[in-house]
């Protein structure tokens, strides 16, 4: 819903509690602090609200923004929750570009869903969760695409699920003498990559040896745990 569309939802409420004897234009008024006529303005369609003037009104009448939202559209926007049911739990697939740039994963931006164990998730250590990271959906899962067919085979090839713990941004091993796989921030989008640094660069090895070695410099200010979506905990074809 748009500004133009909160408005009218806004006049739709007004007016039926006006028709229900529970309010009117001049209890309204004084409440607000506005003329009886920018009221029947703002009820006849003859001017809008502005952002505070908005506010203000919601709060006159102990209401919220979700109050004016159409409950179907609100759970369209609805962030994702961590379904868990007694031996699963649901974990959303998404896109790269959404698994990159989105803290919170909301239903609209979900493609479907994938059943992963709770034993499974638990295993996987949350003691080096950066801070930063901690109100971020924490799993997502990334579905292996054509184009990343060769520079990670044979580990996986296409249409493999990856789930992806966002809470993690760190280089170190997660376990001692083993390479980590993360998805990384890329031109808008990420890319799953075997990831070292090189001074003020960062490389991006494929699992092929046969692909090619991505070299891309690190964006004055940001390190490179900023370029890092998150670790690839599990693979798997099915869940």
């Known amino acids: 819903m748009n500004f133009v569309g909160l408005q009218e939802a806004l006049r739709k409420e007004l007016r039926k509690r006006i028709a229900a004897g529970e309010l009117t234009g001049m209890e309204l008024?004084?409440?607000?602090?506005?003329t009886?006529?920018?009221?029947?303005?703002?009820?006849?369609?003859?001017?809008?609200?502005k952002l505070p003037a908005l506010d203000r009104t919601l709060k006159a009448l102990g209401l919220?923004?979700?109050?004016?939202?159409?409950?179907h559209e609100l759970a369209r926007y609805a962030a994702v929750p961590a379904g868990s049911g007694k031996e699963d739990s649901e974990v959303p697939i998404v896109a790269p570009e959404v698994a990159a740039g989105r803290a919170v994963i909301i239903r609209e931006e979900t493609l479907a869903l994938a059943r992963?164990?709770?034993?499974?998730?638990?295993?996987?250590?949350?003691?080096?969760a950066a801070a930063a990271r901690r109100s971020w959906t924490r799993f997502v899962v990334l579905e292996a695409g054509a184009?990343?067919?060769?520079?990670?085979?044979?580990?996986?090839?296409?249409?493999?699920?990856?789930?992806?713990?966002?809470?993690y941004t760190t280089l170190r091993p997660y376990r001692k003498n083993e390479r980590n796989l993360y998805a990384v921030s890329r031109d808008d989008t990420c890319i799953v990559r075997y990831?070292?640094?090189?001074?003020?660069?960062v490389i991006l090895r494929p699992h092929n040896p046969e692909s090619p070695v991505e070299v891309a410099a690190i964006p004055e200010g940001r390190s490179v745990t900023d370029l890092l979506v998150g670790r690839v905990a599990h693979v798997s074809t099915e869940t």
Do not use: C
């Open 29 to 34: 008024a004084r409440r607000t602090g506005f």
């Open 36 to 49: 009886q006529a920018h009221i029947s303005n703002f009820l006849n369609r003859k001017r809008g609200l």
């Open 64 to 71: 919220s923004l979700y109050d004016l939202l159409n409950p």
């Open 116 to 128: 992963y164990r709770n034993a499974l998730l638990r295993r996987i250590r949350p003691d080096l």
């Open 147 to 167: 184009h990343e067919g060769a520079p990670l085979s044979p580990r996986l090839g296409p249409g493999a699920l990856m789930l992806v713990d966002r809470h």
């Open 195 to 201: 990831v070292e640094t090189a001074e003020s660069s």
